[in-house]
């Protein structure tokens, strides 16, 4: 053999060698695993086994507690039905207790019953007896008497009657006096009290003002050429300027505070801007007015402020501060106002009424005398238009009414607006009675004036002496203004009674204005 073959030979048995090999490990491998998925298996399906058998003994445990909770609660319910069994066995004993109760006492009801029925017919009996015995009775006594019962009682109620009437009239007349002398007491106290907590010192208006000068020589500024400044001034402003030898100063002179106020304001503006000639007279006297209508508006509301009274209408603000240049027989009236308000309302509290309604009639009860001369009517009767048009209470639309008896009053507040406005008007000092004559005049007389037709203004200077007129220059010509005075003084003569003579002088003035751009 050779070496060849037998190599072959050798490769050849490696090759069967690992073949069989291969097979005999794979045959193995396969018997291996086929006895442990066997193995598996059986474990498995003793798992199984395991598992039915727990199983079916948790049913069994489930269904035993199952019936051990329901006997439980049947022996729950059986003790609960046999407990409202007994509740109820009670409830049947007490409602046959309290039925035995109501039968009892319902027999005694219907023995008293029958008592009583008894005693009524008994009482009936008696009262039909006594009836009989007391006509008997009438009847003897009206034989014995000779009159009836019925013109017996007639008699009787007449006497009593009579007696009492007498009686009742004696300690009417009694209660009346007492009761007059302790109203009268009463009433000195609460007057007296609101003379004391309200007492203000009274200042008498004047008719003029001062205005003080830097120096003499002022003088002639004021007046200026051929009398043209204090002309210009005089015609604005409605007051008589007095330039006398009185040292460094001009005096005003005007029964209206509101025009002699402007004036003032006016002519102390000019001193101190130095500046005096026609057309600044104009400027400052229409700046002085805007300054006193602004003044007039604060006064009103001080006053308010000061009696406490709120809420007013604007326009009766304005208006109330135009009191402070109103006189009244010398007396302020916006003072006056105040204290009526403070007086009437201390009156109200001490007789428990609205105090801060008696104070706001108080406050408002001259409010007529603001509006100026030319408006027709008294001061009540402008006052009460005033009041309703501004949409004041009835309260206090009636204390306006009444404060001087124009009607008569018919509230409590009406009658202490009315005691509180004599008691400040009866101040000592308070009023003048020629002074109120005296400006009565003076707006008497430009009433008139104001009357005729053109008439634009009209101021009363010179103390009533005269009377400047201010007529339209497009209504009234140069030969009509010489019939208008003799007209006016006509009427002046009738109508005003005045010492001396009245000097009417009317005014035409004409102007044509431009501007050069």
């Not at 409605?238 to 304001?265: H, K, M, N, Q, Y």
Request: without cysteine.
């Amino acid at each position: 053999m050779e070496p060849v073959f037998v190599v072959i030979i050798g490769i050849a048995a490696l090759l069967v060698g690992a073949a069989i090999g291969v097979f005999s490990g794979i045959a193995y491998r396969k018997k291996v695993s086929e006895k442990a998925i066997g193995s598996a298996e059986e474990q498995a399906k003793k798992i199984i086994a395991d598992g039915e058998k727990q199983v079916e003994t948790m049913k069994k445990e489930a269904l035993l507690g199952a019936k051990e909770e329901i006997l439980r609660q049947k022996n729950d319910a059986d003790r609960e039905i046999k407990d409202r069994r007994n509740e109820v066995a009670r409830m049947e004993r007490r409602l046959s207790q309290k039925e035995e109760s109501l039968d009892k006492k319902t027999e005694q009801l219907e023995a008293k019953s029958e008592q009583l029925d008894r005693s009524i017919k008994d009482n009936e009996l008696a009262k039909a007896e006594i009836d009989k015995v007391l006509k008997q009775h009438l009847k003897t006594l009206e034989e014995i008497s000779s009159i009836s019962v019925d013109e017996a009682k007639d008699q009787l109620f007449k006497r009593v009657e009579s007696e009492t009437k007498y009686e009742l009239a004696q300690r009417m007349v009694e209660l009346e006096e007492q009761f007059k002398e302790e109203a009268d007491a009463k009433a000195r106290n609460i007057i007296a009290l609101a003379i004391q907590r309200s007492a203000a010192d009274q200042v008498v208006e004047s008719t003029i003002s001062v205005v003080n000068l830097p120096s003499e020589e002022m003088k002639g500024r004021i007046i200026g050429r051929e009398g043209r400044n204090i002309q210009k001034l005089e015609t604005l402003t409605g007051v008589e300027l007095i330039i006398d030898d009185t040292p460094e100063a001009i005096t005003l002179s005007g029964f209206d505070p509101v025009r002699r106020e402007v004036a003032r304001i006016a002519l102390e503006k000019l001193i101190s801007d130095g500046r005096i000639h026609p057309a600044r007279i104009e400027e400052m006297v229409d700046k002085a007015t805007h300054e006193v209508d602004a003044a007039i508006k604060q006064a009103g509301e001080r006053a308010t402020f000061e009696v406490g009274v709120h809420g007013i209408n604007s326009e009766l603000v304005k208006l109330l501060g135009r009191l402070r240049y109103r006189q009244s027989y010398g007396q302020n009236v916006l003072q006056h106002s105040v204290e009526v308000a403070f007086l009437a309302g201390i009156m109200a509290d001490e007789l428990g009424v609205d105090s801060t309604l008696a104070r706001r009639a108080g406050l408002l009860h001259d409010i007529g005398k603001a509006f100026p001369h030319d408006v027709e009517g008294s001061h009540v009767e402008i006052g009460v238009n005033a009041a309703k048009k501004y949409k004041e209470s009835r309260e206090v639309i009636h204390a306006i009414e009444a404060h001087h008896n124009d009607v008569e009053p018919r509230t409590i507040i009406a009658v202490l607006v009315q005691a509180a406005d004599a008691i400040s008007a009866a101040r000592p000092g308070a009023r003048r009675e020629d002074l109120e004559n005296y400006i009565k005049r003076l707006e008497k007389l430009e009433e008139i004036a104001l009357g005729f037709e053109g008439v634009e203004k009209a101021f009363a200077i010179q103390a009533g002496r005269e009377i400047r007129v201010m007529v339209k220059p497009e209504s009234v010509n140069d030969e009509s203004m010489k019939v208008i005075a003799r007209e006016m003084a006509q009427k002046i003569k009738s109508e005003v009674k005045y010492p001396g003579q009245i000097k009417i002088n009317v005014i035409r003035e004409s102007r044509a204005v431009d501007y050069a751009k």
